[in-house]
């Protein structure tokens, strides 16, 4: 018996729950994926924490012009992609788009470092979750508990979710994206209407600030804040029309991301002035003791105190959309590897009446448990290192999956010369997004060690040679655990990302 049949299995009936093994199909539209890509990169945490730390940490004042040439970067990744996803749709995305186009043992590699980054990102995320929802619950509504206890409830609530419809997800998405953008754009107006004390300068869009100081870091720091616009395919299997539904979500998320980031970034810096938000004397005299406060702090000096409550917990609920949008991205990844067989049979299992992913879903949430738990219990900061170096090693774990999948996509329709696309989506734009994006990976691991010092000058920290080996180290790992499965279980190896066309029919039509 094939190891994917369970997920060939036809459409439940209308109303009935879906299939063991199989996800919820036909469940997500346009809307639905947009808001999963938009809030996994978390606007109000981009904009609030990582943009205003980028600052800080780089001494970079050209962040909003970075944000440009990114965006069209990514834009002309997502061309192939979105091509791939037009003749593969499968949760498993970055690992089965590398199987079809670089073999499979390169695929399982790829589907380990994504399995290691996701958890990074959405593991990561916890640290800063913790600490903002503590000081927003002491502060407003009285009660007091550690950094750790919040995650564990924060947590608890995600894993709940995660066994849940992936719809009812998207609306719990759909409703915290919304608010937080509002308060975001109320504020980029309030500093528009009173900028700080050097005024609306437009130093954030010199190229010159821009490549100035510490690039690299600032443009993974740029990518942290993408992370998850390249997650609609992971949910192919579960949109109304896979054909259309992956590019179209992908290509607006973006568009979306790039220019409201880029806009307010540079307003960001205008709050309190350019110069303040990359010096830390300069920052601790205006009032803001780490460039975290800068947007709330200033925003409600501007907005008033109903605008920094709502803002303060905005920021809280932005991070738990993060964390929920990650949380589903691994767990459908774990459900991709337990279907093919490269691990146990038992994670594909879906819950009968949901669609979900529910063994996958309880595995992430337990890895998550046993690592917040070991942070806590060593004392370590939760933000300068459970956040700062997780985070920053799920940024460069996609950087380098984007990679490998651009050149996966060249090798795909190389091998596929019947395509009825054209030659700028399946070999130009995907060789030239490879290629930028091994020059942005490459820039990232020079500077890395800005990121885990969170200094441009200080001296090499062993993290900074650490984490980027567990990342490439689990992407050889990946590549033996598949060498093993075509010495020892070879009928489990030949059905590595493969599927009937049967299937595949049934998924795009």
Avoid at 324 to 351: C, D, Q
Avoid at 411 to 423: T, V
Wanted: net charge neutral.
């Amino acid at each position: 018996m094939s190891v994917i049949e369970p997920a060939a299995a036809p459409a439940a009936p209308t109303g009935a729950g879906p299939a063991s093994g199989q996800l919820h199909r036909r469940a997500l539209g346009v809307p639905d994926l947009v808001f999963f890509i938009v809030a996994a990169s978390a606007p109000l945490t981009a904009v609030a924490g990582g943009q205003a730390a980028t600052y800080l940490v780089t001494g970079n004042k050209g962040i909003p012009f970075l944000f440009i040439p990114l965006a069209i970067v990514l834009g002309i990744f997502a061309v192939g992609y979105a091509a791939m996803s037009r003749h593969v749709a499968d949760a498993g995305a970055f690992y089965t788009y590398v199987v079809r186009g670089l073999g499979r043992i390169p695929g399982v590699g790829v589907a380990f470092v994504a399995l290691v980054s996701y958890n990074a990102m959405q593991i990561g995320i916890y640290g800063l979750f913790g600490v903002a929802t503590a000081g927003f619950m002491a502060d407003k509504i009285g009660i007091t508990l550690d950094w750790q206890w919040w995650c564990l409830i924060g947590g608890a609530i995600i894993a709940v979710l995660g066994v849940l419809k992936i719809d009812l997800n998207a609306r719990v998405l759909g409703v915290a994206l919304i608010l937080e953008v509002i308060v975001v754009v109320i504020f980029d107006l309030g500093v528009i209407s009173s900028p700080g004390p050097e005024g609306l300068t437009t130093v954030g869009w010199s190229p010159s600030a821009a490549t100035g100081s510490a690039m690299g870091a600032a443009l993974t720091f740029c990518v942290a804040s993408f992370v998850g616009f390249e997650s609609a395919a992971i949910y192919s299997e579960e949109c109304k029309d896979p054909k259309k539904t992956v590019a179209r979500a992908t290509f607006i998320a973006v568009a979306l991301i790039g220019v409201f980031y880029a806009v307010s970034s540079w307003l960001l810096a205008n709050s309190v002035g350019p110069t303040t938000m990359t010096n830390p004397d300069l920052l601790a005299k205006a009032g803001f003791p780490d460039p975290t406060t800068v947007l709330v702090g200033s925003g409600t000096a501007t907005l008033g105190r109903v605008w920094g409550d709502t803002a303060a917990a905005l920021f809280c609920t932005s991070l738990f959309a993060a964390l929920l949008a990650f949380h589903n991205a691994v767990s459908r990844y774990v459900f991709a590897l337990g279907r093919e067989g490269v691990f146990p049979k038992v994670f594909a299992r879906t819950h009968p009446k949901t669609g979900a992913p529910f063994v996958g879903s309880m595995a992430q949430s337990g890895l998550a448990l046993v690592v917040v738990g070991a942070f806590a219990i060593a004392g370590a900061d939760p933000v300068l290192k459970l956040f700062t170096w997780l985070t920053n090693l799920g940024a460069l774990g996609v950087l380098l999956l984007m990679a490998v999948t651009s050149f996966a996509v060249v090798a795909y329709f190389n091998k596929r010369p019947d395509h009825d696309l054209g030659a700028w989506s399946t070999k130009i734009a995907p060789a030239i997004a490879g290629i930028l994006m091994v020059v942005i990976l490459v820039l990232g691991v020079a500077n890395f060690n800005v990121l885990i010092t969170s200094s441009t000058n200080a001296p090499t920290d062993t993290m900074t040679i650490v984490l980027p080996i567990v990342l490439f180290g689990s992407g050889i790992v990946g590549m033996i655990v598949a060498w093993a499965l075509k010495s020892t279980r070879p009928q489990v190896y030949a059905e590595i990302g493969e599927r009937t066309p049967t299937e595949t029919a049934e998924h795009l039509a």
